[in-house]
């Protein structure tokens, strides 16, 4: 990461005399600068461990002097000699303290603390949080550019990083973009022929290899070569990296012999180089052993890849591929990480080659895959924000499902259903951030060992964060100089670095943080009751794929399982089309009725054995979601009938929340309802989103609707111009129910952002709405939440979490049900509908009952129109199938009439025996 070395050098030369004698502070001796020169002069020459070991000898009596100009340098140059040589955890450690140093003595913009910035975030992506990686490079970009400007070389070394990291992550525009933004400042500063271009040509050379440029690719890692051999010689790591890198394309092309040459050659020049370098060396045996998996020798492969692992566990036997580390969480990075994903996978290549000799690598596969899973938990339980958890999840949600392909095939093959456990394990671990945001639960894991202030801290800073996203839902999120990045990047890093000394101190304490218990599957059995199935649904992608290659499906039932995959881009097309027939209000029943059929057939013919029970509960992947399951037809007949008739169907947030048991807080009061009206401004602005006609704006069934829950309930209503944003937040948090009667608008620049709006809305600013991630900063204690509003079941798709709709932000902020519109909600038939829902809520029905009949209700009274499933099948169900269990107004007045005859009769009793006394 070189900042210019020897400026950094230089500077503390300079100081040296300035602060020599000052007042309370100990001189700097001749020895420590001697260290020092010296452990400067070899980073400079790559030549690390030695620099290591002179910076360790100074950096003591550096920090007991308080030379903070030199010591915060020197210990960004340590920090670097450290990753640099992998010793990830020293260098962490080092790097936080340095970060804490260079902002209370030097300043938060101070270019050392720039510098600070850019070690933590290449310390997150070579350990596997990349998703923090970005906010470090933003926060360090922004320093560099107050003290430098635009177009220093130390700004250009941070879009260098900044595009490394996104074409890592497969986000080729931005990649792109930040790495020639890179280049342009190298041009800028006649820097394109100086060896410190030589990082950036070997990115853009990356960038083109992964996108298949290869000539542009080849002449790009050349220069970076001819950079390097210049100013180190032809024997440095940084050439052998550039190598590795050239021999990824003749692989591609098949040259075998020409490849096996260049690595060899490779490993002649570390062997002879001076400066050592393990991750070379590493990435050395890793394409040695790539290249012979290319060409279906898995046994050497496998061989090659052992000799990578032995690089990070020297315990382990090298000669014995069978050999694994005691405890891989000995070190947790990226490569290690790697290494166990491509063990696993050549075992099972070897087992296919040979599956009755062979048959034991099939559980060394399984085994490998286990440590896989240990190594991305471990870095999962660092994540100190949703959104970074979020980005988690989807990057790592494909392997997931490669995992899970693999436990099933293992359970074929050897008929163990401790492999279906697994699979369903892998499964699972995705759609997690309830364990890491909601605030019940971090108290209950954390309450005994967490320090308060921690909680609240992290609490307070999760409401900030969410305060800021929403600002930016229509800002450009790639743009680091944007100051709503910025500010968003200042809030995670506050939070990153307060769960960091939180671990520091408490190394332990993560372990209450992520549930990592197996899902069994005897445990999926019991909890189903004996009258429901669980339908589970997961989208596997190809990287670069917008729409998913395949959809996994996973039904069980009684004592069985069953799991198929369907063609993934082909049933996303019958999914829209039948979303685009059926949420418009022009009935084409027979086109509905066609493509509504198909998707049954698709999804439910192979599951006839599995669906002869009475409920259904789904947890949809993302675009499962967005089917009406009740409208879909069971049979194809001019009236036919719809799986509303003979199922109740809901969806549930993910398999983690079926199996968890957690009732929310009984509240004393029943249900807030909440209807707002609007002005002739507001509904001009609203009916311009919502593509409706000003005169439909104030919706005539709301009231009707909120009064007619107020005969049943006990009910707070919040009607007409009362009905703001500020009353709504304090009251939402003390009921059980609540219902919003409203308007849900789209974003400008984002149809998938939705947000509520209240009587005080403002289209400026956004004032009297609510969004998603306002939403997540409710202090709900709900048991239900019902949005009778437009299209508030839509939401942003991630591979992760699924569809990130108003249910997930309400379920995430404590909520334990919500109940959505897929489309626009019409206003007649959402105030029939509605109160009967709460009709049969009142009667001790379920909530997913409960609704599918006042569906049914509504279809039996309905004429020709209504019958449409566009105004009935768009409300959905999200949560658990528990029933509402305090009371209603009628079993309030039956409880008061008892009170009062019991009250008389003993009145009665006891004058009677006063009377009899007498």
Not at 485 to 508: G, H, Q
Not at 889 to 906: P, Q
Request: proline letters at 3%; glycine letters at 4%; hydrophobic letters at 35%.
């Amino acid at each position: 990461m070189k900042i210019n070395v020897c400026i950094t050098w230089l500077i503390g030369c300079v100081f040296f005399c300035s602060i020599f004698y000052s007042n309370g502070q100990s001189p700097v001796t001749d020895s420590t600068f001697s260290h020092l020169n010296l452990a400067n002069k070899y980073f400079d020459d790559l030549r690390y461990d030695s620099a290591e070991y002179h910076y360790s000898n100074v950096l003591e009596s550096l920090k007991t002097s308080q030379s903070w100009k030199i010591y915060c340098p020197a210990t960004n140059n340590y920090i670097e000699t450290l990753w640099r040589r992998e010793k990830y955890y020293i260098a962490r450690k080092a790097a936080y303290q340095n970060l804490d140093y260079c902002k209370k003595f030097l300043g938060s913009n101070h270019p050392e603390t720039g510098r600070t910035y850019v070690n933590i975030g290449v310390l997150c992506f070579l350990t596997g949080r990349t998703t923090m990686t970005h906010e470090y490079y933003v926060k360090a970009l922004d320093i560099f550019n107050k003290n430098f400007g635009e177009q220093s070389e130390e700004s250009a070394e941070v879009y260098e990083w900044l595009g490394v990291y996104h074409c890592s992550i497969n986000d080729s525009a931005v990649a792109r973009k930040y790495l020639f933004k890179a280049l342009k400042i190298r041009k800028y500063n006649s820097q394109t022929e100086d060896y410190r271009s030589g990082n950036l040509y070997r990115y853009l050379g990356l960038f083109y290899k992964r996108y298949s440029v290869f000539d542009s690719a080849f002449y790009c890692l050349n220069k970076a070569i001819k950079l390097f051999d210049g100013k180190y010689s032809e024997y440095n790591y940084k050439t052998v990296k550039c190598l590795n890198n050239i021999n990824d394309i003749y692989e591609w092309f098949g040259e075998f012999d020409t490849a096996m040459a260049i690595h060899k050659h490779s490993l002649e020049l570390i062997n002879s180089s001076k400066a050592y370098n393990r991750y070379a060396l590493m990435m050395t045996y890793f394409n040695i052993s790539e290249l012979y998996s290319n060409f279906g020798d898995f046994d050497n492969a496998l061989k090659y890849m052992q000799k990578v692992l032995k690089l990070y566990y020297p315990e382990i036997s090298e000669d014995s591929v069978l050999s694994n580390p005691e405890n891989v969480l000995d070190y947790v990075c990226s490569v290690t990480k790697v290494v166990m994903e491509y063990k696993a996978t050549y075992f099972k290549e070897i087992y296919r080659q040979n599956p009755i000799e062979k048959f034991d690598y099939l559980l060394y596969s399984s085994k490998c895959d286990e440590l896989w899973h240990k190594l991305t938990e471990a870095m999962r339980q660092r994540v100190a924000n949703i959104e970074e958890l979020i980005i988690f999840e989807q990057n790592q949600n494909e392997h997931y499902l490669s995992l899970a392909d693999k436990a099933f095939f293992a359970y074929e093959k050897t008929g163990d259903t401790a492999f279906i456990s697994k699979a369903l394990t892998y499964l699972s671990v995705n759609r997690n951030t309830n364990q890491i945001y909601s605030n019940s639960q971090i108290q209950k894991k954390f309450l005994d060992v967490a320090p308060n202030t921690y909680i609240k801290s992290k609490q307070q800073l999760q409401k900030e964060l969410n305060k800021l996203l929403s600002q930016r839902l229509t800002i450009d999120k790639s743009n680091p100089t944007e100051r709503i990045n910025v500010l968003i990047a200042e809030k995670k890093i506050e939070a990153d670095v307060l769960a960091y000394n939180l671990m520091r101190k408490n190394p332990d304490l993560m372990n209450y943080v992520i549930n990592d218990k197996p899902i069994y599957f005897q445990n999926l059995i019991s909890k189903l009751q004996e009258n429901q199935t669980l339908i589970w649904f997961h989208e596997a992608y190809n990287p670069n794929h917008l729409f998913p290659d395949s959809i996994l499906i996973i039904a069980v039932s009684n004592n069985d399982l069953k799991y198929f995959k369907i063609e993934g881009k082909s049933t996303v097309g019958l999914i829209n089309k039948y979303q685009e027939l059926i949420s418009n209000d022009v009935y084409d029943k027979d086109k509905i009725n066609s493509v509504g059929y198909k998707l049954f057939s698709l999804i439910f013919r192979p599951l006839e054995d599995y669906i002869s029970k009475e409920e259904l509960i789904v947890i949809p992947s993302q675009y499962i979601s967005m089917i009406p399951f009740d409208a879909l037809p069971i049979e194809l007949t001019e009236n036919p009938k719809r799986m509303i008739e003979s199922y109740t169907i809901w969806n549930e947030f993910s398999i983690l929340s079926f199996l968890h048991d957690d009732k929310p807080e009984n509240k004393k009061n029943n249900v807030l309802a909440v209807a707002p009206r609007f002005n002739k401004q507001q509904k001009q602005a609203i009916a311009l989103l919502t593509k409706r006609d000003t005169g439909l704006i104030n919706l005539p069934g709301a009231k009707t609707e909120c009064e007619n829950i107020g005969n049943i309930f006990n009910t707070k209503i919040l009607y007409g111009t009362n009905a703001t944003r500020s009353e709504f937040e304090a009251y939402c948090p003390d009921y059980e129910i609540i219902h919003l009667s409203t308007h849900a608008i789209p974003d400008k620049d984002n149809k998938e952002t939705i947000r509520l709006v209240f009587s005080d809305y403002q289209e400026t600013n956004k004032e009297g709405s609510i969004d998603m991630y306002e939403i997540l900063n409710l202090p709900l204690h709900a048991d239900l939440v019902v949005l009778s509003a437009c299209k508030t079941g839509v939401g942003e798709m991630s591979k992760g979490e699924g569809n990130m709709n108003l249910a997930w932000a309400f379920n995430k902020a404590g909520a334990k049900s919500v109940l959505v519109s897929l489309w626009d909600a019409n206003d007649y038939a959402s105030s029939v509908i509605m109160p009967k829902f709460y009709k049969y809520l009142s009667k001790g029905f379920t909530k997913p009952q409960a609704l599918r009949k006042a569906k049914l209700d509504f279809i039996r009274s309905s004429d020709e129109v209504t019958l449409s499933p566009y105004f009935w099948a768009g409300f959905e169900y999200w949560g658990d199938g528990s029933s509402i269990t305090f009371q209603n107004k009628n079993n309030d007045y039956l409880l008061y009439l008892l009170i009062v005859a019991g009250f008389s009769l003993i009145t009665l009793i006891v004058y009677k025996r006063m009377t009899l006394s007498s």
